[in-house]
Structures are given as structure tokens and as C-alpha cells.
């Protein structure tokens, strides 16, 4: 059974984007192009916050390490990839991270392997009765229903989310009371979500779904069955992703980095 998201409404004074660089998945130069990225695509006001375990500039923040999640994860098995995310859920400081991390206003959450299009506004403009996230589109909706267990595809991507502060403390919460189960059982954050937040046969949930025509894959297309060409540039949506969990890391950083 799904949790109850209970909705969240501050006084939306700051936007913040953030991400998180964790090891040496990806060099510095990501963080620093989707800070430029950002940047040069948002017209109203944002902080940009990225959550490192070794913070070295003015807007990285420490990462909770070693968190309380960190003991269940087996590199060699990696289930409950992406579990990292989980911390920025919480709607409380711990001692030594998030010492500058605002107290309200909405979150966008962006992985750093994306390429922005158009102007970030658009999200902190979204309704903030629910939190946002990815769906994947690209997806055949039948062989959806059958992957929720696989990495392969996963109704819901977290490559982007969005929040209030606050309004992800259910899943923060579901995640730390039944850690152990939850790193045995699911390959990926996003199985997770698919399977605990979204009903995927209703095509509803407890966290709203991004429209079609907002964000795509480079990898693997927009939407199915008719617009599913590859490698594809569609300037007319908001952000490009390149998620491909089939590929081996840093094998394909060239082809991110040419569009940049």
C-alpha cells in the first residue's frame, strides 16, 4: 500500500536546484556544466547546491557520510542504486550537512548527466500541492508493467525531481524504517518509487508525473510508439537525459559533453 505524501505549503521565498557527485562516477566538469547550464536557463532567482561527501567550493554542501543507509548498499550486488538521493528528503538538518541548505521553498533536483533546453522557471511554476517527477515515456507502458523489478524500464526516472521542502519526508521516513528490506528488494531508487508512490496499472499516484513533452531520453526516445528515434536533439522540451543503465560508466561521456 502507498504511503500518504502529505502536501506541504510554505511561503516559496528561494528556488534551489541540486544535485549530488558521489565518488568518481563523474569528474568535477559535470557539476561545474550543469551549474552553467543552469545559469544561462532560469530567469527567476535560484541557489544551486551540489551534495558532495568532499566539499571543496561555495555551493557544495557535505552529504551526510557515512549516512545511515550507507552499511546496507553492496557495490558488487547494487541494489537500491541511487539510495543517495534519499537524504536530501529529509526536512532536517543533521550535524555537519546541510548546514546551508534553505528551510522552505521548492527543490528541483537534477542529475548530472542532463542537458537543459529551456528556461527552469517552468518548474518552480508547477503547482506545489504534490512532488514532481519523471515518467518514462519513452517506455512500452505492457513491458513496464512486467520490469518494476528490473533496471530496465522503470515506469518512474529520478533523474529530475521537485519538491517543498518537507513534502518528501514520508519517503525519507518509509526508506530509514525499512532499510534492509528495501536494499534486498529493489535494483534502483526508481523501482522503488514505481512500485511504493505510483500506481502504475491506475497511471496514478501520490507524486504528480512530468507531462509528455517536458523531458526526454537521448538514449532511448520521447514517447511511445511515436516519437522514438534516438540520439535525437528536441530543443522544444525542457531537459534531456542520459540515462542508459546498459552502459558502461564514463564509456559515453564524449557524447554528453559535445552537446554541452
Known sequence: MMSNLTPIINDLEENNVVCIKWGDKYDDSYVEKLKEQCEANCSVPFNFWCFTEKPEKDYHAKLWNPGPLCHLYEHDRGYFWAYRKCYLFRSYQHEGDFRYFPTNGKILFL????????????????????????????????????????????????????????????????????????????????????????????????????PKGDIYSWYKGNVFPDDMELKKLRADHKICLFNNSTHIEGVYDDEIKKLW
Open 111 to 210: 542529475d548530472l548527466d542532463v542537458i537543459i533546453h529551456q528556461d527552469l522557471k517552468y518548474f518552480f511554476d508547477l503547482p506545489n500541492d504534490k512532488p514532481w517527477i519523471v515518467r518514462g515515456w519513452w517506455n512500452d507502458p505492457i513491458i513496464v508493467k512486467k520490469n518494476y523489478a528490473r533496471y530496465k524500464s522503470t515506469v518512474i526516472n529520478s533523474s529530475v525531481i521537485l519538491w517543498t521542502k518537507g513534502q518528501m519526508m514520508p519517503v525519507w521516513e518509509h526508506v530509514r524504517e525499512n532499510a534492509e528490506i528495501l536494499f534486498f528488494t529493489y535494483p534502483s531508487l526508481d523501482n522503488y518509487f514505481a512500485h511504493q508512490w505510483y500506481n502504475t496499472y491506475e497511471e496514478e499516484g501520490l507524486i504528480d508525473i512530468f
